[in-house]
């Protein structure tokens, strides 16, 4: 079974502060995908990343980053500097190769940035 | 603007009743994915179709249903509805493969109320 916790339901933040929101998987499967999307006020899921469970290569895309740790499982992501826009829930989500294409999501994690 | 569209955009409607939400994926995209996101159940995967044809179920009740027509539209068929069924319909697409690793493009949403 497929399992994606997001422990930290909410955090806050005062602008400026770099936050780091952390995603801890659950799979057998040695073929998964890992991704991040965001969820403004307005509702809609935002794609922010991709990762395959080969490449545990980190990523950096402006202000956010990713951190692959497959002996931990997990799959955080960090926003350096945060701004107002920040603020949004975010999701991790996990899908396997073998049982199609359905994201198993996490329970997000609220992020207020205080200006 | 992922390019989904997702009608109507709220829904209020009384117990027992039917309802149905429509999507129109992305221009090109093959593969459909209905999810429910509610405070208790969180992002849940209800069913995905792939051009017409039902590739995968997850939390899907009985009393839903959902088809993908020839033009790729999906609609999603709610009926009896109860209180609990209140919630945010996402509709989802991906790009032609619907493989694991394709990331999924949300549309706006459907807010369902039942009252």
């Known amino acids: 079974a497929q399992k994606v916790t997001q422990a930290q339901t909410e955090i806050s933040v005062v602008e400026k502060e770099d936050v780091t929101l952390d995603c801890v998987y659950e799979?057998?499967?040695?073929?998964?995908?890992l991704f991040w999307y965001k969820q403004p006020p307005s509702g809609e899921l935002v794609f922010l990343i991709r990762r395959n469970s080969f490449d545990e290569q980190n990523e950096i895309s402006g202000r956010y980053s990713w951190n692959f740790q497959k002996s931990t499982s997990s799959f955080n992501f960090t926003i350096t500097a945060s701004q107002v826009v920040d603020s949004a829930v975010y999701f991790c989500a996990l899908s396997v190769l073998y049982t199609g294409n359905q994201f198993y999501f996490g329970t997000g994690t609220s992020l207020t940035v205080i200006p | 603007d992922s390019g989904v569209t997702q009608t109507p955009k709220h829904l209020i409607t009384a117990t027992g009743q039917r309802v149905t939400l429509r999507c129109s994926p992305r221009s090109g995209d093959l593969s459909v994915y209905w999810y429910q996101q509610s405070l208790d159940q969180g992002l849940q995967f209800l069913i995905q179709y792939y051009n017409g044809e039902e590739r995968a179920k997850g939390n899907i009740l009985e009393r839903f249903s959902a088809q993908q027509f020839p033009d790729l539209h999906s609609e999603l068929n709610l009926s009896s509805l109860e209180l609990g069924d209140s919630a945010l319909y996402f509709c989802a697409s991906s790009v032609a493969t619907g493989l694991a690793y394709n990331e999924q493009f949300f549309g706006p949403g459907t807010r369902l109320t039942v009252l």
């Open positions: 799979t057998r499967d040695t073929t998964y995908y």
